[in-house]
């Protein structure tokens, strides 16, 4: 079975400063991750996506996640946070188990807070 | 691209309406439509999944007669929430993929917000 653990449900920073978003997966296969964002309202945009390529993924808005096998992560991360990036993040893995559906398994999401 | 347009984006009636979502991809071909749920506060819950031109798949839990799908084309599903009463308040995000693969991302609509007086 697969899952995702986000470890952070809300992480708060100061506009300028970096951003990171940990995210640890569980998966009998090898994983298809991905990192979505929603602001409020709204649905869910990629923000990037991890499919056994690179190991360090870039996103848009300067955003990049990082796969390491070893420790099972995909955190998300952003040099320098912009007040627009305050919203909701979302750690996925899918489910890769070669049958028709290959459903998306979820994070609890990680509400992301920019400080002036 | 992949850009996936979800109508209306917010709908008001009253208890025992039925109510018609439509998610439309609008620049690419979608293999699979998937309809989820999101409470306050809360991550989604994927309630179906639809092949085009076959039968919905429903996740455990959720009542396929309450909840009719529809994915008549490669562009087009549609969710009707049928007899809609207060508890069907939520919000519903419509998602696309092309083609079956794990890999390949799902493209999500912007939601629909239902409330039931």
């Known amino acids: 079975a697969q899952s995702v653990t986000q470890l952070d449900s809300h992480v708060s920073v100061s506009e300028g400063t970096p951003v990171l978003l940990r995210c640890n997966y569980s998966s009998s296969y090898s994983p298809s991750l991905f990192w979505y964002v929603q602001h409020p309202n709204k649905g869910l945009q990629l923000l990037l996506k991890?499919?056994?390529?690179?190991?360090l993924v870039k996103g848009i808005n300067g955003f990049e996640a990082e796969f390491k096998k070893s420790e099972t992560s995909f955190h998300l991360t952003k040099p320098s946070a912009h007040m627009s990036d305050a919203a909701e993040y979302f750690c996925?893995?899918?489910?890769?188990?070669?049958?028709?559906?290959?459903?998306?398994?979820f994070g609890t999401g990680t509400l992301l807070a920019v400080q002036p | 691209g992949a850009v996936v347009s979800q109508h209306p984006s917010r709908v008001i009636c009253k208890s025992g309406t039925s109510v018609k979502i439509e998610c439309r991809s609008l620049?690419?071909?979608?293999?699979?439509m998937f309809w989820y749920r999101q409470f306050p506060k809360k991550s989604l819950m994927l309630m179906a999944t639809?092949?085009?031109?076959?039968?919905?798949?429903?996740e455990q839990g959720v009542e396929k007669d309450k909840f009719l799908i529809n994915h008549a084309s490669l562009t087009l599903s549609t969710l009707t929430v049928t007899s809609a009463h207060p508890e069907d308040s939520s919000f519903y995000i419509c998602?696309?993929?092309?083609?079956?693969?794990?890999?390949?991302?799902?493209?999500f609509g912007d939601g629909t917000r239902l409330s039931i007086l």
């Open positions: 620049d690419f071909q979608a293999t699979t």
């Open positions: 991890y499919t056994s390529a690179a190991t």
């Open positions: 996925v893995v899918s489910d890769n188990q070669g049958g028709a559906t290959n459903k998306l398994i």
């Open positions: 998602s696309a993929r092309q083609g079956t693969g794990g890999f390949q991302p799902q493209h």
């Open positions: 639809s092949n085009e031109g076959s039968k919905a798949t429903y």
